[in-house]
């Protein structure tokens, strides 16, 4: 059975008289339309402000008012989801706002402070944003940040869009026995392509082969709904099978070294939650943030400096040792680089970095890696020269200096190096960030009406979930479009053959 945890609660107490109803139900609508227009306004004062106006005001000042304006928009996004009935760790507005919020109004935070935080047993990660000047141009970003923030927000909320009704919603008869028995079935088909296969693909081929493969996540996330789900039965075996999905998972991050291939199957789990009870684990999430910072995050940083170590047990061996060895205070500062500073200071450090070279001395690319992007498009198969995307993006990062030169570059793992923001302003400047910002939030509600208002709620709202969280680096939604017309199609299809009734 489905258990859809979004529904329309009411306020009003029992015996109220119809004014009170009435001036219940007028509040909030006027509460919502004067929130937006203050943000209108707020887009239209961002636009006619020259860019380069911030960096005449203190820095601090600056940093502050934009985070704290980002955290409110954040909050506000969070209780109108609330007084929605939804649950506002999957609405567009809560859910990207907060988001957001992490990731560029934290995120300046951590970059305007990160130097100045006593850094001892690993002195080189204090200047890590200050190598391009991150730092010393991060209030002209704040403009950007803000800017793209209130788009995010005028995109993201309102009620359905017109083009969600048009997209096919995913009901349909469900076998609910045959459901079960198809995913234990597929699942080691998956893991076998996505794991097991992915290094041996040929790279015209493994784009579209791994679709059949990445589904891994989407059943993760589905089989961590049903352990936490109320109304579920066999509850036992359901987490004995997320058990052994997760221990093949990690594997790929032995294989690769990589923190995320090792983190994003918790994430993962920690989703199914969410959508299974409409808030996160926060006793959990308060016991595991201290264990990844002193033990989880520096041991995956040393694992990862060891890649010259072929054997994987030997790697792990060495990893293992060197961290017995690591001093506490090294192991926190390797921990909060992880989780604080490549993370949440990674959006607005870069943005920091590209709004100095853009217009001047480089001009404005009018929608060049745009382009770029929707080029992918077309399946390598019938065009085997169709350019390496990740090639093409990185020459922007080569271009404002934080990469040296292209034999820096692995372009089997390496993807899109600039996020949202920074390809925004890029291609058309002020304008260009917040119309293309709009978008962005306006497409995110668009796959939220359709997978998990219009569809079946278990399915939908995994897609939906595991969807908005592959893109942790906040690409744009160029790219996001992209990925939809890969993802979104393979994957619904996949779990329509496991389920559909015959």
Not at 361 to 387: D, H, I, N
């Amino acid at each position: 059975m489905n258990r859809r945890v979004e529904t329309n609660y009411s306020s009003v107490p029992y015996g109220a008289t119809a004014g009170q109803r009435v001036l219940s139900k007028a509040l909030p609508r006027f509460h919502s339309q004067l929130a937006r227009w203050t943000v209108i306004t707020a887009a239209l004062v961002l636009l006619a402000l020259p860019f380069g106006t911030f960096a005449n005001f203190p820095p601090t000042v600056v940093i502050w008012v934009t985070a704290s304006i980002l955290f409110l928009l954040a909050f506000y996004g969070f209780r109108v989801s609330q007084r929605r009935g939804e649950n506002p760790w999957l609405a567009p507005l809560s859910l990207l706002m907060a988001f957001y919020f992490f990731k560029y109004g934290w995120g300046a935070l951590a970059v305007y402070y990160w130097d100045l935080l006593p850094w001892e047993a690993v002195p080189g990660i204090g200047s890590t944003f200050l190598r391009y000047g991150e730092k010393a141009h991060l209030p002209t970003a704040c403009h950007l940040i803000l800017l793209g923030g209130v788009g995010l927000y005028l995109g993201a909320g309102g009620p359905m869009p017109a083009v969600a009704r048009w997209l096919p919603a995913l009901k349909w008869p469900i076998d609910h026995a045959k459901y079960s028995r198809n995913l234990v079935l597929y699942t080691p088909i998956a893991l076998l392509v996505f794991v097991v296969l992915r290094p041996l693909m040929s790279v015209v081929i493994r784009d579209t082969v791994l679709l059949l493969g990445w589904i891994v996540w989407v059943i993760l996330v589905i089989v961590s709904y049903r352990i936490f789900s109320p109304q579920t039965s066999g509850r036992a075996k359901w987490l004995m099978f997320l058990v052994l999905i997760f221990l093949a998972q990690l594997l790929l991050g032995l294989q690769t070294g990589m923190r995320a291939n090792f983190l994003y199957p918790i994430l993962l789990i920690v989703l199914g939650y969410v959508i299974a009870r409409g808030r996160l684990p926060w006793k959990v999430l308060a016991a595991a943030i201290p264990l990844f910072m002193f033990v989880v995050g520096p041991w995956l940083t040393l694992y990862k400096l060891e890649g010259e170590v072929e054997s994987i047990s030997a790697r792990i061996s060495a990893t293992s040792q060197q961290f017995a060895g690591t001093e506490f205070r090294a192991a926190f500062e390797l921990g909060l680089d992880g989780l604080v500073g490549r993370f949440a200071g990674s959006g607005a450090g870069a943005l920091s970095v590209f709004s100095q070279y853009y217009p001047d001395p480089y001009p404005f690319e009018m929608g060049r890696s745009f382009v770029l992007t929707l080029e992918q498009l077309v399946p390598r198969v019938l065009w085997p020269e169709k350019p390496n995307l990740s090639l093409e993006l990185n020459r922007y990062t080569i271009a404002v200096g934080m990469l040296p030169n292209e034999d820096d570059i692995d372009y089997g793992v390496t993807s899109a190096t600039f996020d949202a923001i920074s390809e925004y302003y890029l291609n058309f400047g002020l304008i260009g960030v917040l119309l293309f910002a709009v978008l962005h939030g306006y497409f995110f509600r668009i796959l939220y009406y359709w997978l998990v208002k219009r569809s079946n709620y278990e399915m939908g709202a995994s897609l939906y979930i595991v969807f908005f969280f592959l893109n942790l680096d906040f690409f744009g939604v160029v790219q996001i479009f992209t990925s939809a017309t890969r993802h979104l199609v393979v994957w619904p299809l996949i779990l329509y053959g496991l389920s559909r009734k015959s």
